[in-house]
């Protein structure tokens, strides 16, 4: 029978030659030169130079984005999948209190989020979001705010 001791020896080694295998190991966090991977492409013969008749632009001969709401020209719509959610959470102990809800055609997702901010106000967003021009919201608050008073009587929040 092997002694306790001896078992404990036998472990702690066979534990450290695994650390250390595991630093040198094939995919281990340890740095190694990156390897050729058969690729070797030659560079360009000539540098890119723009078609022929192309005006110089003072920032250079890059495209111009599209006008603001506009798909590029290369852009290809695909409606998205339809979704309705919603979920709410209201924990009075730990003062979280927020909503959320959105729903979509595939094309256009609206919603409106609520969360309670410290002073006692709700703030409430509404927002529409498309492919074509983005996100818009529309932000307001329910109720007025309240500085409770604190130690010595003046304003702030206890703890």
């Not at 290809?76 to 999948?81: C, D, I, T």
Request: with cysteine; hydrophobic share 25%; glycine share 12%.
């Amino acid at each position: 029978m092997m002694s306790l001791k001896n078992f404990v020896l036998i472990s702690i080694c066979v534990l450290g030659l695994a650390c250390v295998y595991a630093q040198i190991a094939p995919g281990s966090n340890q740095y190694l030169p990156p390897k050729q991977n058969g690729y070797d492409y030659p560079g360009p013969q000539k540098p890119f130079a723009p078609p022929p008749g192309t005006p110089a632009r003072p920032g250079g001969n890059q495209p111009r984005p599209p006008p603001r709401g506009e798909p590029g020209p290369d852009h290809v719509h695909m409606p998205g999948m339809p979704f309705d959610f919603e979920y709410a959470v209201n924990d009075v102990e730990t003062a979280n209190d927020y909503a959320h809800k959105a729903s979509s055609d595939g094309d256009v997702v609206t919603g409106e989020y609520r969360v309670q901010l410290p002073d006692g106000r709700t703030q409430v967003v509404r927002y529409t979001a498309d492919w074509k021009t983005g996100y818009h919201a529309d932000v307001s608050y329910e109720g007025e705010p309240q500085f409770p008073q604190g130690p010595g009587g003046r304003p702030g929040y206890k703890y």
